[in-house]
């Protein structure tokens, strides 16, 4: 298949040096926020680590690499060794790290012999100067032959301003792809600000009479979506071929592999044109059981924050699952994280070239088992891959794509609200001790993911069942494959408002507290139960014009 190369607009600034001189801190601290993990260890960073900066108006690529080292002795810190030179090639400049109080070592000066021989300007950044005295004995570091020598101290900012202006006026002057960037980076930033105040919120805490007259068809509800590319985490168990994923589609070794779990430690963004859609892919480390991360490493920790962040901010997530090992309860686990946050999601089945004597029916008969296995699944598509061959690697992309869509579109309450009644007249709501459930009309409020209000009476007492009928029914009707649904429920009466949330096999409903249970991981309990108890249609109903403690 053919590859696209990732996308890098910007000029690229590369952080190196050798192990444990603060490289990842610097990193930290020109992009302005935690993305590398930092630990008071060596051979922390692997991977190269990708990050946007602003200063002076300038932007650019920062890049953090592992130390430099000649003869590392390890398999991985080969592999990391790799990484680093890489980004010494496609580097417009390079910020050689040094460590001020440690002084000049013999690896200083190996690091140096290799930075020799790169095509780009190098400034050597002497870290760890925080106080005057450091400062003066960072001027040893000339003599390493470079003219450019900054004492800074990464942790406490000392320095770094005048560093970045060195690295501003070394870089090359500006493209016009970077000035015509630029401008769209200031429309998409004054049009996010204009977004950030949260339309969903508003409009189900204050907003009913703009919901009541949309959902009725006297007017339309004014709603944007979030974002405009396409991102995309790569998330699973540790060792299940994420990082392969990756430089199989890129078509290049972007990410170290190996068959050592826990070789990825951060969440990687990378940028690629797929087609006329921009995509950032986001390999992220394993994620393990919450138990094995507490006992272990400091790094280990910090690497499943962070994959769970970048589900956070990702739109879709790429759950990859070992087919030859199947489907295990903390691929479930992180399946109903991705549900619950409301993202997208489709599930490759790495590895399928191992399993053998397969049919044309195996596939099928694979992901029905895990749909029975985890119904709360079954709106997600599955797709047979292997990353290591790159057999349909390119239909993980297609798919998530494709879920993107999904995940933004957009249902006429007119539409709507005949397949509602529809739905209501096939199959009526279960009756409760109030009376019979009525739903009059219904809009949907929000997209990424799609969300419904529904305006009923008796709301509170429409049982889970029928909510998760009204999804399937939706679902029949408009598709919606990949992405989770909301289901708000909300009172008709005008005097007094009550919102109950429909919970879905999709996640639906908003963000409720993480208990899962160990016979169905992943799935949360219903935020809002029917106030009564469990009976028949027919049950009795009290004529005192009381009403019971109970049903208050």
Request: glycine residues 8%; neutral net charge; proline residues 6%.
């Amino acid at each position: 298949m053919a590859h696209n190369p990732p996308v890098t607009p910007l000029p690229i600034v590369a952080i190196v040096g050798r192990p444990n001189v603060g490289k990842s801190t610097l990193f930290n601290r020109i992009v302005g926020r935690r993305t590398a993990i930092v630990e008071d260890r060596a051979r922390t960073t692997r991977d190269r680590i990708y990050g946007d900066a602003d200063w002076n108006g300038r932007r650019f690529i920062v890049v953090d690499t592992g130390g430099l080292e000649v003869h590392p002795g390890d398999p991985i810190e080969e592999k990391v060794q790799e990484q680093a030179r890489l980004a010494i090639n496609e580097a417009d400049l390079i910020l050689f790290v040094v460590d001020s109080i440690a002084g000049l070592t013999p690896a200083d000066w190996e690091a140096a012999d290799i930075l020799r021989t790169a095509k780009a300007p190098v400034l050597v950044a002497a870290n760890k100067s925080d106080n005057d005295k450091r400062e003066l004995e960072a001027a040893e570091f000339y003599s390493l032959g470079w003219e450019e020598t900054y004492p800074i101290s990464a942790a406490h900012g000392r320095g770094v301003a005048d560093l970045l202006d060195a690295v501003v006026w070394a870089l090359p002057p500006e493209s016009e792809k970077e000035i015509a960037r630029k401008k769209r980076a200031a429309e998409a930033d004054e049009w996010a600000k204009e977004m950030a105040a949260g339309r969903l919120s508003q409009i189900l805490d204050g907003d009913e009479a703009a919901i009541e007259m949309a959902a009725e068809g006297e007017t339309d509800l004014d709603f944007e979506d979030e974002e405009q590319s396409v991102s995309i985490a790569l998330v699973g168990r540790p060792n299940v071929g994420k990082s392969s994923l990756l430089n199989s589609l890129l078509g290049e070794d972007r990410a170290i592999v190996s068959d050592i779990p826990g070789t990825t430690r951060d969440a990687i963004d990378t940028h690629l044109t797929w087609g006329r859609s921009d995509i950032v892919i986001i390999d992220t480390a394993g994620i393990k059981r919450p138990g094995k991360v507490a006992g272990g490493p400091a790094a280990e920790k910090y690497s499943t924050m962070r994959a769970l962040k970048a589900v956070e901010r990702a739109d879709v997530a790429v759950l990859v699952i070992d087919a030859f090992e199947g489907l295990t309860s903390q691929d479930a686990h992180v399946a109903g994280f991705v549900s619950d946050e409301g993202r997208g999601l489709v599930i490759a089945l790495n590895k399928w070239d191992l399993l053998e004597e397969k049919t044309g029916k195996t596939f099928d008969e694979y992901v029905d088992s895990m749909r029975r296995e985890v119904p709360f699944l079954d709106f997600a598509p599955f797709v047979s891959i292997s990353a290591k061959t790159g057999q349909r690697v390119g239909r993980v992309l297609e798919l998530a794509v494709d879920v993107w869509g999904e995940r933004r579109k957009r249902i006429p309450t007119p539409e709507l609200n005949k397949i509602i009644r529809a739905a209501g007249l096939r199959q009526a709501p279960p009756t409760g001790k109030l009376g019979p459930p009525k739903i009059f009309y219904a809009t949907q409020v929000a997209v990424a993911p799609p969300t419904f209000v529904f305006f009923a009476r008796h709301a509170a007492q429409i049982h889970f069942s029928y909510k998760r009928f009204l999804e399937n029914q939706l679902r029949a009707e408009f598709g919606f494959d990949g992405t989770p649904l909301r289901l708000f429920f909300r009172e008709r009466a005008s005097g007094r408002t009550m919102i109950t949330e429909g919970r879905g096999r999709g996640g639906n409903g908003a963000p409720r507290p993480r208990p899962s249970g160990p016979d169905r991981p992943g799935i949360r309990s219903t935020a809002v139960k029917a106030p009564i108890r469990k009976g028949t249609a027919g049950s009795k109903r009290s004529t005192s014009g009381k009403r019971n403690p109970r049903q208050g």
